[in-house]
């Protein structure tokens, strides 16, 4: 860290600006020392004695001063607090985000950190930093009355700085020489201000867009943009000054763009100093690598009087002076160059910049720039006591630099010296320790002695040696024992700080024999055995006993740790262990023997569970073997479990290898698994077996129930499925019914329905009806009877009431006598009668004539020369029963009655009329007259054919009869219409091929006519002439019939050429077939494969088997094999041939795969690949030195190992932890920061 003081003279105040070597915002450092000069606003640190010449780079900000100073502003009454939260603390170490504070004249600020306030008068810089994750941006800041707060941010939209200023001067922007340009190292412009609160009267706010005033910060050349200072702030000159002013800079300007190339935007700036060769003018630069050279200021190529004049003004600034000077720091000051001697340039000196430049005796008079700003006076700090160095100072004015003044040389005072380094050790003996340390830096002053001390532990430090010597021998310690060392030196100033301690043991004697080693933690391939560390212990060594092998003990570990693991033991073995202690006087005797044994492994799951001879409908065997791997112990049980729809239950735990099952239930699916337990765990359970019990006969139905009401004729019944099944599926119900004095059984009802009708009953009579029901075994029980009456009905059909002709008083009239007979009344007394009579045809509407209990009534006055028809109805409780045969009466003949509604035929052509004859009121009829499409067509019956009509047309269609009397009235018309004609058939097509199938297709959308196609196929080996087209000769099979428009044809053979003919038919009739397509089938992809396993799995190999396939007629048959990470699942292809079994290498030990294989019909076309089978999963063995414990060993054991994957529950328990653990550490954070 290194601090530079700023004097300004004019105000008479000092400011100390402190800044940080390591970066500036928003850009990357870059090391010093690259170009020898830097523009004003930079800063250095002065390398020490030792160190090579590496700038540092630092930033600052002047407010820039009238020749005669301004009037102070006034101070608010108190000063303005600036509270700065969490997030925001002062900078003490480098940082990636930094915000600077910027303090303008005339403010004073009072920081308020935690219980601390600090009150900082401007003009001054504080770096902030931000301790939170995220950058820094614009926050809202209340402001005092009378201030104005200017917030900055990067290209990124960081916040970079925040100037505070008081209301009444103007606006300032940041010199571009604050900090380098965008991060792009474009020469972009820097991004304007915003004021979050009012801005003064008189100047607009900032904003992109907007035009800046005079003075502010506007655009820079791109030459010049971010590197030289900005223009001053004058303004009380006149206007022709001001010309002559603008003029002789746009000179200086052009005179630069001629001479000098514009310079990359990162080579430009070295640690955010402009490089001197991007300057121009007569400046005079330095650099470390050598390449600098000073150079005399050049004149303009037009002999400008004003540039000279500017020139010389510039070079007549004297050399500075040195006001203070102590070991490591001296105070500069200078004046500036006289102005006044050219008063037409009106040059003033608030304008003016300067760079001070030092260099010491080493350099060879190569200068490095210190300081540049507007101030007349800089503290430097960091210089090396008693050193010689040679100051000179240079004036800027825009961007023209003058020569360098004359160089005052100065010599800093020596000082006491550096602390040296802590002592070393040579050797050391039981009683002796040699120590040697190297020189330290006198800083300018020769050492006179150096002090060791020493400390025996009791934190008492004692001199033990004083001298000019740089090594020493302490002699008469005690053995095996820390002694502490610390080092000073003297010269003529004074002595040094204390050198870091340092720590050494004397020798000591070999430790003496120690504890057995005790077990720690047992398992089936490792033991954890530990040991206790005493003082005098430095390392151990560990050996161990394998009686199996026969070798003895041998070392299992020698190291300073207090335990170790031995892993790759046998499970359940005995292995013995002995411990030496060494230090680095020798070794212990060894301690006494101790054994411990390893634990048993997991036994493996019973193998070849199956059902033992015949399974019941209640009961069956099962049986098992010992599992293959007993894990070293035996076994103490057995532990069988049965699931019949949910969970498994535990049915059985014993030591037996059977066991019966029994109170099952029958036909019923059971899921059975065994399992067994040593006293080295439980084992896990084998793969389950599924047993069906036998079936029986259904139980006994409930009886069925009547469903409504029961009528006269019908009964409606409903039942249910019997409680029991039988352990198989109802496949049917039989309903039998009996009478009350019959017990024969007749079958009414036999299905799978559960509810049913029962016709043809009589009215009022019991029935018994009963049920059983059947599945594929048999018939159950019958069910117990369920006694039902059927309703009463009408009464029974009446005959046709008989007419007795009597003759009637002077009238004249007619009177007819009308009796009948009682009819059967079904269940229910009769109660009335009714004869109706009709007139005419009989079709007439019958008119109630009589409605009584009586059997017999009087008609009188018929109609004469009419046609009456009388019919009868009798009515009880039940209803009215149907009407009697009509009995008719004929009055004297009149014309024939209206025709009924005629019925017709139709096709194409023609219509084929019929009606009913009509009544011919007492004379025959003797024709009929028929009008169509007005026309008049006569029949001597009551049918006609109409021929050669329009097909697919309406006609109107009416008759009337003709008798001797005369012509009766016409039928009511009938809109008749003739049948399209058969349709055509459609084109076929087949729209999708397969191996065994073909998809036709031979229309779209919807069917609104509802036409119906028949699809007819010729099979391939049919002896039919392939140009017949003639459909009575086409021998084929009927593919479809139906009103789709697509048909798919299965079970064909593939590679073979099929025949179709496809016909349509409408309501007319069908049409004619087409002409035969031919389509072909596409050749079978060979089936998939089953039963992939992986064995034989090594470390980087294993080998993959499979069961071969059915050939595929006469190609040949191959498999392919692919492999792929179970990470990533990118499939690749390790084998192609014929075998069932191959062996897969260069593996990746301890890593988890997917393989497949699919197999591979050659055909003369090319290869076509077959379904892939499913992926077995596997894992590659991992290497010896990976620790990992191996269950099973043996080669012939290894399985396909697969990870076990994560349950449901798993997976919400490590979300769960993990929602926690992230709150806990946000709990954590926000304490942190808000308390």
């Known amino acids: 860290m290194v601090k530079v003081l700023d004097e300004e003279a004019a105000g008479g105040r000092r400011v100390q600006q402190q800044q940080h070597g390591g970066g500036s915002p928003g850009g990357s450092p870059q090391g010093g020392g690259q170009g020898g000069g830097g523009s004003p606003g930079g800063g250095c640190k002065v390398p020490a004695a030792g160190t090579s010449n590496v700038a540092t780079q630092h930033f600052h900000y002047h407010w820039s001063y009238p020749s005669a100073p301004p009037a102070p502003a006034p101070a608010p009454a108190s000063p303005a607090t600036f509270h700065f939260g969490p997030g925001f603390e002062p900078q003490t170490s480098p940082q990636q985000h930094v915000v600077y504070f910027h303090v303008n004249p005339g403010v004073t600020v009072s920081f308020q950190m935690g219980d601390n306030v600090q009150v900082i008068k401007g003009p001054v810089t504080v770096p902030m930093v931000s301790t939170n994750s995220s950058p820094p941006i614009a926050m809202p800041v209340q402001v005092p009355h009378g201030h104005v707060v200017q917030q900055i941010v990067d290209e990124n939209g960081t916040l970079r700085h925040v100037i505070l200023s008081p209301q009444h001067p103007p606006i300032v922007p940041i010199p571009p020489h604050f900090g380098p340009g965008p991060a792009s190292g474009s020469n972009q412009p820097h991004q304007p201000f915003f004021a979050p609160q009012g801005l003064p009267p008189g100047y607009p706010p900032f904003g992109h867009g907007a035009p800046l005033q005079p003075g502010l910060l506007s655009h820079v050349h791109p030459n010049q943009q971010g590197h030289s200072p900005p223009p001053a702030h004058n303004f009380h000159k006149d206007e022709r000054t001001q010309r002559q002013y603008n003029k002789l800079r746009k000179k200086l300007e052009q005179k630069n763009v001629r001479g000098v190339t514009p310079p990359s935007p990162r080579k430009e700036f070295v640690n955010g100093v402009r490089s001197r060769k991007s300057i121009g003018g007569g400046s005079v630069g330095t650099s470390e690598d050598g390449d600098g050279e000073e150079s005399s200021s050049v004149q303009d190529e037009d002999d400008d009087t004003s540039l000279a004049l500017l020139t010389e003004i510039l070079n007549s600034i004297k050399p500075p002076e040195v006001a203070e000077v102590t070991s490591r720091s001296v105070l500069l000051q200078w004046w500036p160059p006289d102005c006044k001697s050219s008063p037409e340039l009106d040059i003033s000196e608030s304008d003016i910049r300067y760079e001070v430049l030092l260099s010491d005796k080493g350099k060879e008079g190569k200068y490095k720039p210190i300081y540049g700003g507007a101030a007349r006076s800089c503290r430097v700090q960091d210089l090396r006591p008693g050193t010689e160095y040679s100051v000179c100072v240079t004036a800027w004015l825009g961007a023209s630099s003058g020569g360098k003044s004359e160089a005052i040389v100065l010599r800093t005072p020596a000082c006491e010296p550096d602390a040296p380094a802590p002592p070393k050790l040579l050797s050391r003996t039981r009683v002796a320790l040699q120590l040697k340390w190297t020189a330290a830096a006198d800083n300018g002053a020769a050492i006179s002695r150096y002090v060791l001390e020493s400390d025996a532990g009791g934190g008492q430090w004692t001199e033990c040696y004083h001298g000019k010597g740089k090594q020493y021998n302490i002699t008469k310690l005690h053995p095996a024992t820390n002694y502490k060392f610390r080092l000073y030196a003297v010269n003529d100033c004074g002595r040094s700080d204390y050198s870091e301690v340092s720590s050494f043991w004397t020798s000591g004697s070999p430790p003496a024999q120690p504890a057995p080693p005790a077990l720690l933690e047992a398992h089936v391939t490792s033991l954890s055995v530990g040991w206790e560390r005493r003082t005098s212990d430095d390392e151990f060594t560990l050996q161990m006993e394998d009686r199996e092998s026969g070798h003895g003990f041998l070392a299992c570990y020698s190291g300073k740790e207090t335990k170790h693991l031995c892993t790759n033991l046998h499970r359940h073995t005995f292995y013995k262990f002995r411990l030496r202690a060494q230090n680095t006087e020798g070794s212990s005797q060894w301690s006494e023997e101790v054994g411990y044994r390893t634990l048993p492994a997991r036994p493996c799951p019973p193998c070849k569970l199956s059902v ?30 049965v699931r019949k729809n949910g969970e498994f239950a535990v049915a059985y735990v014993g030591i037996e290898t059977e066991y019966v099952l029994d109170r099952l239930n029958p036909g019923t699916q059971y899921e059975v698994r065994i399992g067994c337990e040593t006293v080295g765990g439980r084992s896990d359970f084998s793969d389950p077996i599924r047993v069906v019990t036998e079936s029986v006969c259904p139980g006994q139905c409930s009886p069925p129930r009547i469903h409504g009401k029961p009528r006269p004729h019908t009964v409606a019944l409903k039942w249910s499925y019997p409680d029991v099944d039988g352990g198989s ?135 004469p020369a009419t046609l009456c028809h009388l019919r009868l109805q009798a009515c009880n409780q039940a209803g009215w029963s149907e009407y009697s045969p009509v009995t008719c009466v004929t009055s004297p003949a009149g014309p024939p009655a209206a025709v009924a509604m005629p ?95 073909l998809k036709l297709k031979w229309g779209e959308g919807k069917n609104p006519t509802f036409t119906e196609y028949f699809v007819y196929m010729c099979s391939p080996h049919s002896k039919d002439n392939e140009d017949d087209e003639d459909e009575d000769e086409f021998v084929g099979t009927l593919a479809y019939q139906g009103f789709n428009h697509t048909c798919k044809v299965n079970r064909l053979q593939e590679q073979t050429t099929y025949r179709f003919r496809i016909s349509a038919s ?153 929602f926690t653990l992230v709150a806990v550490l946000v709990a954590v954070i926000m304490q942190h920061y808000i308390y």
């Open 612 to 641: 033992k001879g015949k399974v019941h409908a209640h009961s069956f065997k099962v049986k098992w073997d010992p599992p293959t791997d007993q894990g070293g112990a035996d076994i103490t049980s057995y532990t069988l479990q």
């Open 729 to 863: 599926p109802v496949t049917d119900f039989e309903l039998a019914m009996r009478t009350a004095a019959d017990d024969t059984k007749v079958e009414v009802y036999q299905g799978n329905d559960t509810e049913c009708v029962v016709n043809e009953l009589l009215p009022g009579h019991r029935y018994l009806f009963l049920l059983r029901a059947r599945n594929r075994i048999g018939a159950g029980s019958w069910s117990e009877p369920l006694e039902v009456k059927s309703g009463a009905a009408p009464p029974g059909p009446l005959t046709a009431p008989v007419l007795t002709p009597r003759v009637g008083g002077g009238g004249g009239g007619h009177t007819m006598s009308c009796t009948w007979e009682e009819p059967p009344c079904n269940g229910a007394p009769i109660l009335e009668y009714r004869l109706e009579l009709a007139h005419g045809s009989p079709d007439a509407p019958f008119a109630p004539l009589y409605q009584g209990p009586t059997s017999s009534f009087d008609i009188k006055t018929l109609p």
């Open 903 to 997: 019925q017709f035929t139709a096709t194409p052509t023609s219509l084929h009329i019929s009606w009913t004859a009509p009544a011919d009121h007492g004379q025959a009829i003797t024709h009929y007259t028929l009008d169509v499409a007005e026309q008049q067509l006569t029949a001597q019956h009551t049918s006609c054919d109409i021929l050669d009509l329009t097909p697919h047309t309406t006609y109107k269609v009416r008759v009337r009869a003709v008798n001797s009397v005369g012509s009766g009235p016409y039928s009511p018309a009938v809109r008749a219409s003739t049948l399209p004609l058969p349709p055509s058939p459609p084109p076929l097509s087949c729209v999708n091929i397969g191996h065994n199938y």
């Open 1066 to 1218: 409408n309501e007319t009739g069908r049409g004619p077939l087409s002409n035969a397509y031919e389509f072909t089938t596409a050749i079978a992809p060979p089936p998939p494969l089953k039963g992939t396993k992986v064995t034989d799995v090594g470390t980087k190999s294993c080998v993959v088997e499979w069961q071969s396939t059915k050939k595929m007629g006469s190609d040949p048959l191959v498999y392919c094999v692919q492999l792929a990470r179970l990470k990533n699942q990118e499939y690749k292809q390790v084998y192609m041939g014929a075998d069932t079994k191959t062996s897969v290498n260069d593996l990746e030990p301890g890593a988890d795969y997917l393989v497949r294989v699919s197999p591979v019909r050659q055909t003369s076309t090319g290869d076509l690949m077959g379904p892939y089978s499913q992926p077995a999963k596997f894992s590659t063995l991992p290497l010896p030195d990976q620790k990992v414990v191996v269950s099973n060993p043996k080669p012939h054991h290894s399985q396909s190992s697969s990870r076990k994957q994560l349950s449901d529950q798993e997976w919400a328990i490590i979300i769960l932890c993990g």
